[in-house]
């Protein structure tokens, strides 16, 4: 579901699905948290906003409903979520929807996984969320 050879509706669909999953059944796909995360982290910085915008929603998931498991997956979701957030075009009318998803998913994972973050680096992005409001 998510070789080389498949479109982007193909990975969007893995996506939704493995998103739909955590939403409806957390406790069942948490059995499958190192098969869906990677694919999460892998598409969240995809090339396609609307593959972006699903897996970050996907992330997001995870933080709220992930509890443990989700925990040492917390720096590089981050991270990525950083990507998408700090990009130069994060604004603009293509990639506007994952960013709307980085901005939840950042703050599901400070809500419920408080004590595994980088605070200097989430603060950085706090701060430059409401720098480029004003």
């Given at each position: ?88 075009r994060a604004r603009e009318l293509e990639n506007e929807h ?37």
């Open positions: 579901m998510w070789g080389k050879d498949i479109t982007a509706q193909g990975r969007y669909t893995s996506i939704y699905i493995f998103g739909g999953l955590v939403e409806e059944c957390p406790e069942a796909a948490l059995k499958y948290c190192d098969v869906f995360l990677p694919l999460f982290l892998d598409a969240s910085n995809d090339e396609c906003p609307t593959i972006r915008q699903c897996a970050l929603y996907g992330l997001g998931l995870y933080a709220e409903y992930g509890g443990s498991v989700f925990k040492p997956f917390v720096r590089e979701a981050t991270s990525r979520i950083n990507v998408v957030i700090m990009h130069f994952a960013y709307d998803n980085a901005v939840p998913a950042l703050g599901k994972i400070c809500q419920f996984h408080r004590e595994s973050i980088d605070s200097a680096q989430v603060h950085v992005l706090q701060l430059s969320n409401l720098m480029e409001r004003q």
